[in-house]
């Protein structure tokens, strides 16, 4: 259901269609994500549904875009639910929200660590979490659920840092010992899930089945969140968008 008055809402969609944040890759194609995912989606409450329409040829003012939709989200006192678009997209709207709630946590649930050095003056893709530890979160309050990929360079970050990681081998062992929380937000990107459940994202390195994600959305029953790196064009047989509705919903229905 979705409703023209976010004050009527149960949740707040936000849709983030933004593929500058990957530089790294060719293989893009995110730019067209929210609209396609969220086409013919039905949710079982409220939602009001949002668009931050970037710069296309400025990935810092896209984020700065992002930033104030999200601070203006906030005043509704509503779950927000954003819909990439690429990972850098989470690092506005997370930023924005854990200063307002400053006792927060993070559940990244991805592939990827993305905790690589930041290359110039942008927040790509790849080094969203680096910066959030330099922007109000502490190592304790972040999560990492469903790693394949660990560069040489955040292998040696993990050495000097307290963090936690669950590889997508222990996500029965994370399943096990994660705790209820007051505030949580969770990051879902679809490269988590094995390349022939999400054949359309840009980094095929994942192994969980949609299920695993499914049942891990429900454990956490997040504060707010969003799916990102869905990449339609690259996908085989609409799998990964397909995939991409239900993880919304049940997010979306969860918050």
Not at 11 to 24: N, Y
Not at 58 to 66: A, C, G, K
Not at 124 to 144: C, P, Q
Not at 243 to 251: A, G, Y
Request: charged share 35%; net charge negative.
């Amino acid at each position: 259901m979705k409703t023209n008055k976010p004050g009527d809402s149960k949740a707040l969609v936000q849709k983030l269609p933004s593929d500058m944040g990957i530089h790294r890759n060719p293989r893009k194609g995110t730019l067209d994500a929210p609209e396609k995912i969220l086409e013919g989606l039905e949710f079982e409450q409220k939602v009001f549904i949002d668009e931050v329409f970037p710069d296309e040829f400025d990935l810092e003012e896209t984020h700065s875009r992002i930033e104030e939709n999200t601070i203006d989200l906030i005043d509704y006192d509503r779950p927000i639910v954003s819909v990439g678009g690429d990972h850098s997209v989470s690092f506005p709207v997370i930023k924005a929200l854990k200063e307002k709630n400053p006792d927060m946590n993070l559940v990244w649930l991805d592939a990827h660590l993305d905790l690589k050095e930041k290359v110039g003056d942008n927040v790509s893709h790849d080094v969203v979490v680096r910066e959030l530890l330099k922007n109000g979160f502490s190592e304790d309050e972040i999560t990492f659920v469903g790693i394949t990929e660990i560069d040489h360079d955040e292998k040696k970050f993990l050495e000097e840092h307290d963090l936690t990681v669950y590889t997508a081998d222990e996500v029965g062992k994370f399943m096990e010992e994660y705790g209820s929380r007051d505030k949580t937000y969770l990051s879902v990107d679809i490269d988590v899930l094995n390349k022939e459940q999400a054949p359309g994202t840009g980094y095929r390195d994942g192994s969980l089945t949609p299920e695993q994600v499914l049942n891990i959305i429900e454990l956490i029953g997040p504060n707010h969140g969003d799916l990102v790196e869905v990449a339609p064009s690259l996908d085989e047989n609409n799998i990964t968008v397909e995939n991409s509705k239900k993880i919304l919903k049940t997010l979306t229905d969860q918050v």
